[in-house]
């Protein structure tokens, strides 16, 4: 059974795509180094770096962005009724692909009600640039990282990301929301 609502390519047009991938490419994009996202792995693999574009929580784990209108037309064509987070992830290059924790992107306010407030959430991933790193959900479907294509799935649906061997970077951008 596939858990995935839809995988979408070609999800921006290509001028837009184009515009999107070459600033968050380039060296004026900020990013914020973060530990610990492979917690089996060796010290020296094991982070990431993160842009934080939105988060509804008073006290963000990273600062917020001040370019949030870059992935507006992404936003405009999911139209959500609310936002959770818009959060980018570049993970570096390592010899081999590694595999992060299967883990739910969207917290709940209460554990007694986990279940019921996640089911109220989607999760999409926009891959930024191709390469052999990918997503995987908990039944197994695996969903290549490919530039400009989206998938969207039930934010209570495990996943996990891994890194790439074959380009310098691998990069995504998650969105929840409902």
Excluded at 24 to 51: A, D, G, M, R
Excluded at 148 to 155: G, W
Aim: aromatic content about 14%; some cysteine; overall charge negative.
């Amino acid at each position: 059974m596939k858990v995935y609502n839809e995988i979408l390519d070609n999800f921006l047009p290509n001028d837009q795509f184009e515009t999107l991938q070459k600033f968050i490419l380039s060296k004026k994009f900020p990013w914020h180094f973060n530990e610990y996202i492979h917690p089996t792995v060796e010290e020296i693999f094991n982070f990431q770096f993160v842009h934080m574009f939105y988060s509804d929580l008073e006290q963000a784990p990273f600062p917020l962005s001040q370019y949030q209108k870059k992935v507006s037309p992404i936003v405009d064509i999911l139209d959500p009724l609310k936002l959770n987070r818009i959060k980018a992830n570049l993970i570096p290059i390592t010899p081999e692909i590694i595999k992060d924790q299967f883990h739910t992107d969207v917290g709940a306010p209460s554990v007694r009600h986990v279940s019921e407030y996640m089911k109220k959430w989607t999760t999409a991933i926009f891959y930024i640039n191709t390469n052999n790193g990918y997503t995987e959900l908990e039944d197994g479907t695996i969903i290549e990282s490919i530039a400009n294509r989206l998938v969207k799935f039930p934010a209570n649906t495990n996943h996990r990301g891994t890194s790439c061997t074959d380009q310098r970077v691998r990069v995504v951008i998650n969105f929840n929301y409902q």
